[in-house]
């Protein structure tokens, strides 16, 4: 007998899928205040979901987050995903709230690598899409060759029919417009809700399934404890009832409800039920993880776990050990490092954390740089002391040979910059694959190049095209190792002692590299004080003062004046060092060192790396 399904008609779930920086924050705020959320005369923030400082800083959204919107007595859910593959796992946890998606594309950039990877995720999980072009105001703004690449991206990421007849719309993100035509006259967004309402599917569910929901976030509450955050799939629930926690290999945690809430806007609000369809907030259960099934007792049945693409790099996280260690943060413990490390396990599904060979030291899994760049600095506002080494790819073994994770690249850049991008990228090991040249003075080139080519690439390749260049790159696959390639040319200028920077001291070292301490630092042995001319490394004493004797000087003492630093951010950090070296990153500093800080015996290791060469 075929099972039944019904549809809950109030309800709508919806994500905003887009490539970084297309309007998806913005749009938001502008359905928001088109709703009626805010009352007539209300101070409102701009890019209200981006809620934590980071994405403010970075203008960037770095995690899924949930929100509601009421339109004709319709409730329509909103799922704000990040637009960054290194976010991935966030996007593939958001779409498991949602019935549907909307596909913003910049109206001038068209899709970007960032929009291929989204769509596909989408695509996977089956969501019919609704397509808007936005900032149709741009100069720049090409809305009708954007539409027909729309199209192409489609066609080549095998959409069925139904998701090739999407409709679409242009709009004006920042100012509230969304309108059918290009030449409409539209001052408002009401055509998008319609829309939304009449046309994109309500969430479906077995009328005579027990209660099922799919945990797809987690929070924390100091009243309440643990939060899990998820759709109902079916069925429905009330506060105070008696449930069951299905994890991994069916394991099951008894639970008993204790407060049920909705989304209104921004905010949550008690609700009495959770209704099949709508996303809710549950709490009354602490060993909750993502990817779980709440369910009833009487009838426990798991839907299936949510699934991520396995991590492409690692880093190690280790305590300082230098002797500035304790200074300047709060939690400097190996313990506390694990502990915040596996809470952060809970909350983000791509991240993987691993005990090291040793007690004080952790390997971290991620899915690319900036999202382990993230979780560091958010560590360090958190007042955490430890020590990050460079990343670096994972590796494959099949076939009998290594294989290793490669991206698609794709570079856009001025005509003139062409020549030196193409021969850096063919140095690590890059291969182009395309050419395209508008003949506007600006050309877009695709790379098929490995992974780990890009780690530190990014800032050389804004220096070279003099921040005028884009990258942007997504996994292609795996394939055999293409051989080692230099990462750094440049050896390390490294302080041979403790103390502090002298301005003397830094002046007469100017002519040995580029500094990137200031006077007045303090440095210990080992530290990285600044980039060597030569490949080698180099000890130096920037502590050194001018020897003053009782003799009188017969001309007058030149006045030092240093040479501008080049200040080390954490990502500029994680992204200079070696194999050898090591990022300290305290809530106040950010120092670059050597993993084994005494002189003597890095001379020694370095010797007998020599003699094994030799052998």
Known sequence: MKKQIQTNDKLRNIAIIAHVDHGKTTLVDAMFRQSGIFREGQQVDERLMDSMDLERERGITIAAKNCSVVWKDVKINIIDTPGHADFGGEVERALSMADSAILLVDASEGPLPQTRFVLKKTF??????????????????????????????????????????????????????VKRELDADVPHLHDLFDTIVEQMPPPSYDPEAPFQMLVSDLGYSDYLGRLAIGKVFNGAAASNESLVCLGENDHQILLKVTKLQSYKGMTLVPVDRADPGDIVVLSGIEDVRIGDTICTRQAPCALPRITVDEPTVFMQFAITNSPFAGREGKYVQSRKIRERLLKETLKNVAIEVEDSTTDESFVVKGRGELQLAILIETMRREGFELCVSRPKVIYKQGQGETLEPIEHLFVDCEEDFMGVVTEKLSIRKGKMTNLVNNGKGRVRIEFSIPSRSLIGYRDEFLTDTRGTGIMNSYLAGYEPFRGEFPVRFNGSLVSDRQGTAVPYALF????????????????????????????TDIDVNPCKEKKLTNMRASGKDENVVCTPVREMTLEKAIHFITDDEMVEVTPVSIRLRKTILNAQKRHQMAGKLKKKEKE
């Open 124 to 177: 996977e999980a089956r969501l019919p899409v609704m397509v808007i072009i936005n900032k149709i105001d741009r100069k720049d703004a090409r809305p009708d060759e954007v539409l027909d690449m729309v199209y192409d991206l489609f066609i080549d990421l095998e959409a069925t029919e139904d998701q090739l007849d999407f409709i679409y719309f242009y709009a004006i993100g920042r100012d509230g417009i």
């Open 508 to 535: 007469n070292l100017e002519p040995r590299g580029q500094l990137f301490i200031v006077p007045g630092t303090p440095v210990y042995e080992g530290m990285v004080i600044g980039e060597h001319n030569r490949a």
